[in-house]
Protein backbone atom coordinates (compact mmCIF):
# COMPACT_ATOMS: atom_id res chain seq x y z
CA UNK A 1 0.00 0.00 0.00
CA UNK A 2 2.86 2.40 0.76
CA UNK A 3 4.38 1.74 -2.76
CA UNK A 4 0.93 2.54 -4.18
CA UNK A 5 0.48 5.78 -2.52
CA UNK A 6 3.87 6.99 -3.32
CA UNK A 7 3.35 7.47 -7.11
CA UNK A 8 -0.25 8.33 -6.82
CA UNK A 9 -2.27 11.05 -5.77
CA UNK A 10 -2.46 12.91 -3.14
CA UNK A 11 -5.58 11.88 -1.35
CA UNK A 12 -6.46 11.35 1.80
CA UNK A 13 -7.10 7.40 3.38
CA UNK A 14 -9.60 6.90 6.02
CA UNK A 15 -8.32 3.84 8.16
CA UNK A 16 -9.40 1.91 10.78
CA UNK A 17 -7.29 1.06 13.93
CA UNK A 18 -5.41 -2.47 12.42
CA UNK A 19 -3.67 0.57 9.82
CA UNK A 20 -2.23 2.53 12.41
CA UNK A 21 1.31 3.10 11.86
CA UNK A 22 1.39 3.31 8.07
CA UNK A 23 0.04 7.04 8.33
CA UNK A 24 4.07 8.20 9.06
CA UNK A 25 5.01 5.95 6.46
CA UNK A 26 3.12 7.61 3.64
CA UNK A 27 3.57 11.20 4.83
CA UNK A 28 0.14 11.45 6.40
CA UNK A 29 -1.78 10.03 3.67
CA UNK A 30 -3.36 7.14 5.30
CA UNK A 31 -5.12 8.88 8.85
CA UNK A 32 -5.77 6.62 11.46
CA UNK A 33 -7.45 7.19 15.10
CA UNK A 34 -5.08 8.33 17.78
CA UNK A 35 -2.65 5.62 19.54
CA UNK A 36 -3.61 5.16 22.84
CA UNK A 37 -0.85 6.50 24.99
CA UNK A 38 -1.84 5.90 28.31
CA UNK A 39 -3.23 2.29 29.24
CA UNK A 40 -3.91 2.51 32.59
CA UNK A 41 -4.22 5.98 34.62
CA UNK A 42 -5.02 8.24 31.98
CA UNK A 43 -5.53 11.90 33.39
CA UNK A 44 -8.80 13.58 32.85
CA UNK A 45 -7.29 16.20 30.82
CA UNK A 46 -5.95 13.22 28.29
CA UNK A 47 -9.02 11.04 28.48
CA UNK A 48 -11.17 14.26 27.16
CA UNK A 49 -8.98 14.92 24.46
CA UNK A 50 -8.44 11.72 23.32
CA UNK A 51 -12.48 10.75 23.40
CA UNK A 52 -12.60 13.86 20.85
CA UNK A 53 -9.91 12.94 18.51
CA UNK A 54 -11.49 9.34 18.39
CA UNK A 55 -14.79 10.80 17.78
CA UNK A 56 -14.06 13.16 15.10
CA UNK A 57 -12.26 10.48 13.07
CA UNK A 58 -15.15 7.82 13.60
CA UNK A 59 -17.98 10.60 12.44
CA UNK A 60 -15.42 11.18 9.08
CA UNK A 61 -14.78 7.28 8.92
CA UNK A 62 -18.68 6.40 9.34
CA UNK A 63 -19.07 7.36 5.76
CA UNK A 64 -16.11 4.95 4.46
CA UNK A 65 -17.98 2.04 6.96
CA UNK A 66 -21.66 3.06 5.34
CA UNK A 67 -19.84 2.41 1.63
CA UNK A 68 -18.16 -0.95 2.24
CA UNK A 69 -21.86 -1.95 3.87
CA UNK A 70 -23.44 -0.90 0.67
CA UNK A 71 -21.25 -2.91 -1.25
CA UNK A 72 -21.85 -6.09 1.09
CA UNK A 73 -25.21 -5.26 0.75
CA UNK A 74 -25.69 -5.94 -3.02
CA UNK A 75 -25.54 -9.52 -2.59
CA UNK A 76 -25.69 -10.53 -6.22
CA UNK A 77 -21.78 -8.12 -6.58
CA UNK A 78 -20.59 -9.35 -2.87
CA UNK A 79 -19.01 -12.15 -4.27
CA UNK A 80 -16.67 -9.75 -6.63
CA UNK A 81 -16.25 -7.16 -3.76
CA UNK A 82 -12.50 -8.16 -2.94
CA UNK A 83 -11.60 -9.19 -7.23
CA UNK A 84 -9.40 -5.79 -7.43
CA UNK A 85 -9.49 -6.08 -11.49
CA UNK A 86 -13.23 -5.57 -11.49
CA UNK A 87 -13.27 -3.24 -8.66
CA UNK A 88 -14.11 0.19 -10.52
CA UNK A 89 -16.96 -1.86 -12.97
CA UNK A 90 -18.41 -3.37 -9.82
CA UNK A 91 -18.56 0.14 -7.95
CA UNK A 92 -19.73 2.01 -10.49
CA UNK A 93 -22.72 -0.74 -10.74
CA UNK A 94 -23.50 -0.41 -7.11
CA UNK A 95 -23.36 3.34 -7.63
CA UNK A 96 -26.11 3.54 -10.51
CA UNK A 97 -28.26 0.62 -8.66
CA UNK A 98 -28.12 3.13 -5.26
CA UNK A 99 -29.02 6.06 -7.49
CA UNK A 100 -31.81 4.18 -8.63
CA UNK A 101 -33.34 2.80 -5.44
CA UNK A 102 -33.07 6.49 -3.80
CA UNK A 103 -34.75 8.01 -6.59
CA UNK A 104 -37.52 5.49 -7.57
CA UNK A 105 -40.58 6.36 -6.30
CA UNK A 106 -42.20 3.69 -4.39
CA UNK A 107 -45.39 1.63 -5.74
CA UNK A 108 -48.33 1.92 -3.06
CA UNK A 109 -49.63 -2.04 -2.86
CA UNK A 110 -52.64 -1.97 -4.94
CA UNK A 111 -55.46 -4.53 -5.21
CA UNK A 112 -55.90 -6.46 -8.71
Same mark, same amino acid.
Given at each position: ?10 ? /? ?15 GR @? @? ?8 ? +?????? /? ?15 R ?6 ? @?? +? ?32 ? @?? +????
Amino acid at each position: MVKLLAGGPAV /EILADVGYQGLGAQTGGR @V @VTPPHRKFKK +NAPDWY /EEIYERQRKAHSSRRIRVEHGIAH @VM +NWRALARHHSRREHMTDTIQAIAGLLSHQQTATP @VA +NQRM
